[in-house]
């Protein structure tokens, strides 16, 4: 069992910065592949970034890649979203999930998930 807390969020102007967290609870979350998803309003939740559990690979959204980068601390439990050059259009939930079937861009391989952190982008 892993719970994830994601922490964070909040209100930024365009062409800011935040990094979000996410803290996981439970000893085997080292063997967990690490996801980040987002969901504005009205639409559907869409992948963000994904981590392997070895660090060794990452994954982004064409709409994300070299504005954000997701790392991750075994020895803390912790995962992590930087986020920089924000853009409205990144305003949504954020959400970290953890899969065992290893860092992939669906959402059906994340078995457990965080409540979410909510980033707003004001233009």
């Known amino acids: 069992q892993v719970q994830l807390v994601e922490s964070g969020g909040g209100l930024v102007q365009a062409g800011g910065s935040l990094r979000l967290s996410c803290a996981a609870s439970g000893r085997t979350f080292s063997s967990y592949a690490m996801g980040w998803f987002r969901q504005a309003p009205g639409k559907a939740r869409e992948f963000v970034a994904a981590?392997?559990?070895?660090?060794?690979?990452?994954y982004y959204a064409d709409s994300v890649k070299g504005r954000f980068t997701i790392s991750r601390d075994n020895a803390k439990k912790t995962v992590y979203l930087q986020m920089n050059s924000l853009k409205p259009e990144d305003t949504a939930v954020y959400y970290c999930?953890?899969?065992?079937?290893?860092?992939?861009?669906?959402?059906?391989?994340?078995?457990?998930w965080g409540q979410g952190t909510q980033v707003t982008v004001s233009s």
């Open positions: 999930a953890a899969g065992v079937s290893g860092a992939s861009r669906r959402p059906v391989e994340y078995e457990y």
């Open positions: 981590i392997s559990w070895s660090v060794i690979s990452t």
